[in-house]
């Protein structure tokens, strides 16, 4: 890729993520090029359609999920890395409003772009989430759908104004439910 071409596709990609992280996952793309002051056309180029350019938003954050995931494994006991990194996908996803719900579809969804970023996470999860099952300081009847579904709802909860308030109490509340010890 040309080094303009580049630069232009950067800097689509910062306006998106502030665009999407404002108005949500259906920002108009027209708006989002407008704002990258480029034409609709420049867009379409680089990212031909909304799931390719969520995808490309997405991607690095769903692959610095996956690396931290381990360093949490290598780094942590089973319990404590299974938190930190359930804080953190949840945080993830509540950056991008309307994000889970794609990455809910996405999963179940192989011809979608966002399927392999959001099956590489959810494994990173069940790994850990298996780690502390078997170090017995998980509970043993759940799984990564599971897990992912509760990050889902966690992300959803922040997103509501009137529940927002009470996002992280529950993420506790949560996390301590999933826990044996």
């Known amino acids: 890729m040309r080094a303009d071409a580049r630069k232009n596709r950067d800097h689509l990609l910062a306006v998106a993520g502030t665009v999407i992280t404002e108005q949500g996952t259906e920002a108009s793309l027209r708006d989002i090029a407008r704002r990258a002051d480029m034409g609709l056309a420049t867009l379409l ?15 690095a954050s769903f692959d610095e999920l996956t690396a931290r995931a381990g360093d ?3 780094s942590s006991s089973p319990e404590d890395a299974l938190v930190s990194w359930l804080r953190d ?3 993830v996803a509540h950056e991008y409003r309307g994000v ?10 192989p011809e979608s772009a966002l399927h392999a970023s ?4 959810r494994a990173a999860g069940t790994g850990l989430l298996t780690r502390a099952q078997t170090a017995g300081t998980a509970r043993t009847d759940i799984d990564g759908t599971d897990l992912f579904a509760l990050i889902a709802a966690l992300a959803w909860l922040a997103d509501q104004p009137s529940l927002a308030p009470r996002a992280d109490h529950l993420l506790e509340v949560v ?6 010890s």
């Open 175 to 180: 996390a301590n439910a999933i826990l044996t």
């Open 100 to 109: 889970t719900e794609l990455m809910a579809a996405a999963v179940e969804d």
């Open 89 to 91: 996908c949840v945080a």
């Open 45 to 59: 180029r680089h990212f031909p359609t909304r799931e390719a350019l969520l995808d490309a938003l997405l991607r």
């Open 72 to 74: 949490f494994e290598a």
């Open 118 to 121: 959001c099956v590489t996470m």
